[in-house]
């Protein structure tokens, strides 16, 4: 009897999974017909009931209900929210306990009525928004608030989708399961949530979820690299790729190479998410309750901390230092830096250039590795080695500095990632170029700046940490262009995403409008997955030669 109930609870919920997965269509008639079948067969299980408590269809019904509590508010359909949320309302007027949203919005540090509506009346933004609910059946929270920088996100939804789901050597199981890896070594249980569904939906066996033991060889032999790469890229050597590529369960170098840009993704893609405090996907753990009288009900402005957008409940020890940085600086103080950095460019002998280089880090505040957070099971049965973290570059005194005049993403990387992977690297350079050179000529309330050098004291700062000098560059410029508060910021994100707090978003950069400070996250990110490349193809490239 236990049996045929589970099969019972699986085919109906197959089901409502195969309704809910038909709203996303373009079609209007297409989507109304669907709303209306889905509609009208949830009011008669549950008129015919009384309330979800039976068997099958009944069990399998509440499973869906966050799905469709999700759509009635992240979705950029209007149709699909006005319907679903009337449903929700007659489902509750009919006496079945709906559930309830944690937060109000995608990000915890960003009030929603200062976010991008799902319904924009910007053309193109929504165009962006209705494409990626079609390829997702879902509007992410990442893309929700990537959607004050369309051009970027644009570049960023066509490389995403190619990784996971185009031309590639991997299959599309392993893509996910490979994500979810790299999501791990950063705690980033959004993350890991989102991959676990796509890892099931694309054929996935279900054991492998139980840990890494359980995943095949072959995907447990790039545990180490996925640990160097995310923690300290720059020990990554040959020998790492050419273990891979020996043995019984070989890789070949198509393979490594796709694994490592997704390994890569998803690294930083957790600091844009802790960066930005993105809140759980509704439908998630942590993103809803049944129980309407919880404590953690959302406000309305949705700023209710939780740990997955980093209220850890640390203290950050700076924060008053940061505080007064700030107001004795703020954005006047950086424009008139960055117009005499202008006026007074100075070529420096090569001796200085070196020396401004290794000291950027002066000014910087040493990240302890005891404050890390303890990674939830759902995460921690992904992780290996939690003690391999981060340790800045420059308390090594026996490495070497990678020159990005030797090897650049330009000169050599780009054709090698394509070579190895085809297209790949056309749609990581323009993703990159338009990070890079992304603005919109202002600073606040300021308008006609040329944000050029602070986009570039940003970018080089973050491959600094990562022992990438770029030999053109004056680093002196970057302790002069980012203020204490900023550094640590950007530090803390990039190194050790999962410890950052809304304090340290609010902190620094106090004067920029909450789209500027996602800009300055999806710099962040570009930058640092450029970084955890460079090494990476550096190290293929020696293997190969």
Known sequence: MAEEHTLETSLEKEKFIKLLMQIATRDKTLRGQTLETLCSTVISVVSNNGQINGHGIYLALKEQLPVILRLSIQCPFDDVRERLSELLEK?????????????????????????????TDTQQT??????????????????????????????????????????????????????????????????????????????????????LNHAPQKLQDIIEINKILAHRPWLISKSHIEKLTKGSNNWSLSEVMHAIIILSHFH???????????????????????????????????????????????????????????????????????????????????????????NVETNSQKLSQSDVPSPKTDVGRYITDSDFMYLDFFSNKDMSTFRAQDYSWEDQGFSLANRLYTDIGSFLDDKFRVASTLTYYTMGDNHDVDT????????????????????DYDYGEVNQLLERPLKNYVKTVTCFPERTTRQDYEVCMQEFKHSEKVHVNLMLLEARFQAELLYALRAINSYMT
């Open 91 to 119: 489902l509750q007027d009919l006496g079945v306990k709906v559930p309830q949203i944690f937060f109000s919005g995608p990000s915890n540090f960003i009030n929603i009525t200062q976010v991008v509506p799902v319904n």
């Open 126 to 211: 929504w165009m962006l928004f209705a494409d990626a609910f079609i390829q997702n059946n879902r509007l992410e929270h990442i893309t929700h608030i990537m959607g004050y920088h369309p051009q970027y996100l644009d570049s960023f939804l066509k490389m995403q989708h190619y990784l996971l789901r185009g031309d590639g050597p991997l299959s599309f199981h392993c893509r996910h399961y490979i994500a979810i890896m790299a999501a791990a070594r950063h705690h980033c249980s959004y993350l890991v949530q989102l991959q676990t569904a796509e890892f099931l939906l694309s054929g996935g066996d279900s054991s492998w979820l139980k840990g």
């Open 268 to 358: 930083s893609l957790s600091s844009f998410i802790f960066g930005c405090g993105i809140n759980p996907e509704l439908d998630h753990e942590g993103g809803f309750t049944f129980e309407s009288d919880c404590n953690n009900a959302a406000l309305p402005n949705g700023n209710v901390s939780h740990d997955q957008s980093c209220a850890n409940g640390q203290t950050n020890t700076t924060a008053t230092d940061c505080q007064q940085t700030e107001r004795e600086g703020g954005i006047r103080h950086l424009l008139s830096t960055m117009r005499r950095l202008q006026e007074e460019s100075v070529d420096q002998p090569e001796e200085e250039l070196v020396k401004r280089f290794q």
């Open 452 to 471: 050029s050098s602070f986009r570039r004291a940003v970018w080089n700062y973050i491959h600094c940490m990562y022992g990438i000098r770029h030999d």
